[in-house]
């Protein structure tokens, strides 16, 4: 087996917790997933997964790395697995640069620079987000939407669930390059819970007045929403779609633009 990946993970885990989050973030059963403590251990039985598991080092108490079947898209999988550990995972982000790293945390993901010296004597320390030079090309991080369609995704209530309940949870947000105020984030925050509960039920005039309202506000906050980050894009999809009247979850899905 090949190795595929290297993450750092920010709290002490049992060999059962890191199976399972590891398992359920790679879309496999819990057998396929072996762990094993030492780089350089042979692993016990035959897997899908193998999961060499050592000391760690500054924040990052284990260190993990991940052999054999490759999942569909590494960055997701760490996101999840983040989720399922309920702490953070520092992984690669795929620059030359050897002190700048993903940083993923439940519900978010970001760019970081890590100490030069403690990733030197592998003991990482995140020291802040990455800023990229002036003579730096940036590129936006836009994520990559699972495009599949399951029976789940054949109505609007499934199309919306998708949205706000899984890839917004499972997926990577862009960062954020424009500044948020507090009370942006609570529209954002607020439209958000409302959109997860409205992909299960009709909705009343009030609750579609404080959607159209929200949307509203957040284009009129971000000229360029693909500037702020997170998943506002995503939202406002969310939003456009319960406003396409009349809303009920279980008519037919419709084409959403990617």
Request: net charge negative; aromatic share 6%.
């Amino acid at each position: 087996m090949s190795m595929w990946d290297e993450l750092w993970i920010e709290k002490e885990v049992t060999s059962s917790q890191l199976a399972a989050a590891v398992a359920s973030a790679h879309g496999v059963a819990a057998d396929d997933v072996l762990v094993i403590d030492g780089i350089a251990t042979e692993a016990s039985r035959p897997a899908k997964v193998e999961v060499h598991r050592t000391r760690g080092g500054g924040s990052f108490p284990v260190r993990i790395q991940l052999e054999g079947a490759e999942p569909a898209d590494r960055r997701v999988f760490c996101a999840r697995l983040a989720s399922h550990l309920a702490c953070k995972v520092l992984g690669d982000d795929g620059d030359i640069n050897p002190c700048t790293f993903m940083l993923y945390e439940p519900g978010n993901a970001i760019r970081v620079s890590v100490d030069p010296a403690k990733i030197e004597a592998h003991a990482p320390v995140v020291v802040g987000p990455y800023v990229a030079s002036d003579d730096e090309e940036v590129h936006l991080t836009r994520p990559i939407r699972r495009r599949d369609v399951g029976v789940h995704r054949s109505t609007r209530g499934g199309q919306l669930a998708h949205i706000v309940n899984e890839y917004m949870i499972e997926g990577l947000p862009r960062p954020p390059l424009v500044e948020w105020t507090p009370e942006t984030r609570q529209v954002y925050d607020g439209l958000h819970r409302l959109l997860g509960t409205l992909a299960f039920r009709a909705a009343t005039p009030e609750e579609l007045a404080n959607v159209r309202t929200w949307r509203d506000q957040l284009r009129t906050t971000f000229a360029d929403p693909e500037r702020a980050g997170w998943f506002v894009v995503e939202l406002i999809e969310a939003a456009d779609l319960v406003l396409t009247e009349p809303w009920d979850p279980e008519r037919p899905a419709l084409d959403l633009a990617t």
